[in-house]
């Protein structure tokens, strides 16, 4: 077996890049433990749950490194590509990361600002007089 498997993962602005090896389940973002990183339990689960469904939380070390966004986007970004690593170590586990989503790159972006708005779709206020 290959000593590490590298994937990417993307959301909204958030790009991780996720390294798996085998290991005892060390999980570190950035050079820092996950808890240290995340400070919200929330984000620490949205990050371990690939490993969970699969049953290789205490089998494999995950190295993350993740850029851009917000804490949400990028446990999310780790999330996916955590997911996409585990079917690079083994391809029959397609079918219960699929079954729970963990596959599909969520497009949701922020929307650009039109001329003339204030916004993305926010119109300036029209006065009577």
């Given at each position: 077996?290959?000593?590490?498997?590298?994937?990417?993962?993307?959301?909204?602005?958030?790009?991780?890049k996720?390294?798996?090896?085998?290991?005892?389940?060390?999980?570190?973002?950035?050079?820092?433990?996950?808890?240290?990183?995340?400070?919200?339990?929330?984000?620490?689960k949205?990050?371990?749950?690939?490993?969970?469904?699969?049953?290789?939380?205490?089998?494999?070390?995950?190295?993350?490194?993740?850029?851009?966004?917000?804490?949400?986007?990028?446990?999310?970004?780790?999330?996916?590509?955590?997911s996409?690593?585990?079917?690079?170590?083994?391809?029959?586990?397609?079918?219960?990361?699929?079954?729970?989503?963990?596959?599909?790159?969520?497009?949701?972006?922020?929307?650009?600002?039109?001329?003339?708005?204030?916004?993305?779709?926010?119109?300036?206020?029209?006065?009577?007089?």
């Amino acid at each position: 077996m290959k000593e590490s498997f590298y994937a990417v993962g993307r959301r909204k602005k958030a790009t991780a890049k996720v390294r798996v090896k085998s290991g005892q389940g060390n999980l570190t973002v950035n050079k820092r433990d996950l808890e240290n990183y995340f400070s919200r339990k929330a984000y620490s689960k949205i990050v371990k749950e690939p490993l969970e469904k699969v049953g290789f939380l205490d089998k494999f070390d995950v190295e993350a490194d993740v850029e851009g966004g917000g804490l949400t986007g990028q446990a999310e970004a780790i999330r996916l590509g955590l997911s996409r690593a585990i079917l690079k170590i083994n391809p029959e586990l397609r079918n219960p990361l699929k079954k729970a989503g963990l596959l599909t790159r969520n497009p949701r972006v922020k929307e650009r600002k039109k001329p003339g708005l204030r916004g993305a779709r926010a119109r300036p206020q029209i006065s009577k007089r």
